[in-house]
């Protein structure tokens, strides 16, 4: 089975541009997870959702930041204007969870973003 | 103070010895707690998870779960070459939190020959 698919796997763009990264979850998982990775502040959470609901948004950084599920095959997160500081690699993640089973969660190879 | 605390490293041991990584987590509450490892330039994978007190073995990894104390720790018995790499611990929040998993920084191991 194909794992989690993300693209761009890197991009490199310039401050004010718009930027979309792109995930295509494991077939069957029913959430899927967006995290952002730096050196400084480890792996952090920007949003979740749960068949195709956002659930938790508490982590994306400001209104530059925004993310859409609009079917179970495929997410997008968006950041516009993009800024040095969102200089990162960017991961999606997947799992089935149903009830109090809480599946692992599957990571993308990651999509590893650089903001000049 | 972080939800989800780990040394950074880098851990050395010698080839054969035991790895200790250790995590500690601020919410009482915290339900499921999570090993990942992380290659260089790669994405974290799922080692291992444990829910009770106690220890959790699965081949030469132990898991070990302190509620009382808020500490979880990984051991990694006969160290390889090959288990070089960043050591995440991540926890899942009490009930009510969501299915979200919140990340330590990891550690690094570095297994010498």
């Known amino acids: 089975d194909a794992g989690v698919i993300q693209s761009p796997r890197h991009e490199v763009t310039e401050m004010g541009q718009e930027v979309t990264l792109r995930c295509k979850p494991i077939s069957g998982h029913n959430s899927l997870f967006w995290y952002r990775q730096t050196m400084m502040r480890g792996l952090e959470l920007l949003i979740y959702?749960?068949?195709?609901?956002?659930?938790?948004d508490s982590g994306m950084p400001e209104d530059r930041f925004s993310a859409k599920m609009p079917n179970a095959s495929f997410s997008t997160l968006k950041i516009q204007p993009s800024e040095p500081r969102d200089s990162a690699v960017y991961f999606c993640a997947s799992s089935f969870i149903a009830g109090a089973y809480t599946g692992e969660l599957f990571f993308g190879e990651g999509s590893r973003l650089t903001v000049l | 103070q972080k939800e989800v605390e780990q040394n950074s490293g880098p851990l050395s041991v010698p080839e054969g010895a035991i790895a200790s990584l250790n995590c500690t987590y601020s919410?009482?509450?915290?339900?499921?707690f999570f090993w990942y490892r992380q290659y260089s330039g790669k994405s974290p994978e799922l080692i291992m998870f444990i829910y009770s007190n106690g220890d959790k073995e699965d081949g030469r990894f132990t898991a070990q779960l302190n509620k009382a104390s808020q500490y979880v720790s990984l051991l990694i018995r006969d160290s390889q070459p090959s288990d070089s790499a960043t050591y995440l611990c991540?926890?899942?929040?009490?009930?009510?939190?969501?299915?979200?998993?919140?990340f330590g920084t990891g550690t690094q191991l570095k297994v010498e020959l």
């Open positions: 919410d009482r509450g915290s339900q499921s």
């Open positions: 991540a926890v899942k929040p009490a009930r009510g939190g969501g299915n979200k998993l919140t």
């Open positions: 959702f749960n068949n195709n609901v956002p659930i938790d």
